[in-house]
């Protein structure tokens, strides 16, 4: 009994061990190529000029995990330049500097939070049914491109602060807007979902 209880808490701590063991640590460097195109410094803590700020992070600053967002049709504002060209590329270069790559699909031009869920203009002119489809087309395509770029996402985030849904319609207005109060828009936010989800796992 002494045994078979030791062996027990034995195998329970060592699972514990081995979870602890998996952990993240990152941010998203979503700018860092816009920062280099513009030549900005970056420094140690000693004042010495760093040469690869990605290479930086993960061998001096810890980082395994660095987290890239993905915009459908950029508009070019501040911070929204992160096309799928721009995304292949960085996200190259967190592969090969050994960290994990988190890819935030955005599925929208410009910024998604909860305020604001505009879907991409070119998707506007979709029927809901065609909209489930373009959500799962897209993503599968996207993903294609990133594995053969040798890119692989190891984690991915399908929509970005999506608390009240998503792809909402036009910029400015809130059609398919969703809320824990109401079961309106609820249907169809879990068919978006659900569709870029089966995308993420057939490819990666």
Not at 2 to 13: D, E, M, N, Q, S
């Amino acid at each position: 009994m002494k045994k078979h209880l030791f062996l027990t808490i034995a195998l329970a701590l060592g699972t514990m061990f081995a979870y602890a063991q998996n952990y993240y640590v990152g941010g998203d460097i979503s700018m860092i190529p816009k920062y280099e195109a513009a030549n900005v410094r970056y420094s140690d803590m000693d004042g010495k000029k760093i040469s690869n700020l990605i290479a930086y992070l993960h061998d001096d600053a810890g980082f395994n995990t660095a987290r890239v967002r993905l915009f459908v049709n950029p508009t070019g504002e501040t911070g929204v330049c992160q096309d799928l060209a721009y995304v292949k590329s960085l996200s190259k270069r967190i592969k090969d500097a050994g960290m994990k790559l988190m890819l935030d699909f955005h599925y929208s031009d410009t910024w998604a939070d909860p305020t604001n869920q505009w879907t991409p203009a070119a998707w506007t002119s979709l029927t809901n049914e065609e909209l489930i489809q373009k959500i799962y087309d897209y993503t599968k395509d996207v993903l294609t491109e990133l594995v053969a770029e040798g890119a692989t996402p190891d984690f991915i985030q399908t929509g970005n602060e999506i608390s009240y849904g998503m792809l909402w319609g036009p910029n400015g207005t809130r059609n398919y807007y969703v809320h824990t109060n109401s079961d309106k828009n609820w249907d169809r936010f879990i068919s978006l979902l659900t569709q870029a989800g089966k995308a993420c796992r057939e490819v990666c």
